[in-house]
């Protein structure tokens, strides 16, 4: 999977909604479907759903919309990630986010994100915004 680039839930959702806010580097991957999402995204959705400022509402039927449907390649939750947050620092206490930088550092994958906080981590990154 090291030559596709794995899309933190932000820039997932920006790429939907919000494009233009996307570098247009960024913009030429997702229009070359050289990207993966992680069920972690999924996770961080269902979880988010109750709260006021949630970015999607019904988060089954958007995934299948979105992700499942346009056959975007999805990146399952491996043991092997799950073992590698024991690696990590407690820079990060999102753990959403620290399921991607595990996922990213076990799947040697690049990580587009516009958390300045996981260039911390020593996983390859990309800024997700201009």
């Known amino acids: 999977m090291s030559d596709l680039y794995l899309l933190d839930t932000h820039v997932l959702l920006w790429a939907l909604d919000e494009p233009k806010r ?30 006021a400022a949630a970015p999607v509402r019904d988060p089954a039927a958007w995934w299948e919309r ?8 999805i990146l399952p939750i491996r043991a092997a990630h799950v073992l590698y947050l024991d690696r990590l ?15 990213a550092a076990v799947e040697e994958m690049t990580l587009i994100t516009a958390d300045e906080q ?9 800024k997700a915004e201009r």
Request: net charge positive; glycine share 2%.
């Open 118 to 126: 996981i260039q911390a981590y020593g996983v390859r990154t990309r």
């Open 89 to 103: 620092p407690l820079l990060h206490r999102d753990p959403f986010d620290r399921m991607l930088i595990a996922q």
């Open 22 to 51: 996307l570098a247009r580097e960024v913009r030429a991957l997702l229009e070359e479907n050289r990207y993966a999402v992680s069920v972690a995204t999924l996770w961080e959705l269902v979880n988010k759903k109750e709260k």
């Open 66 to 73: 979105y992700v499942v449907q346009r056959q975007t390649v």
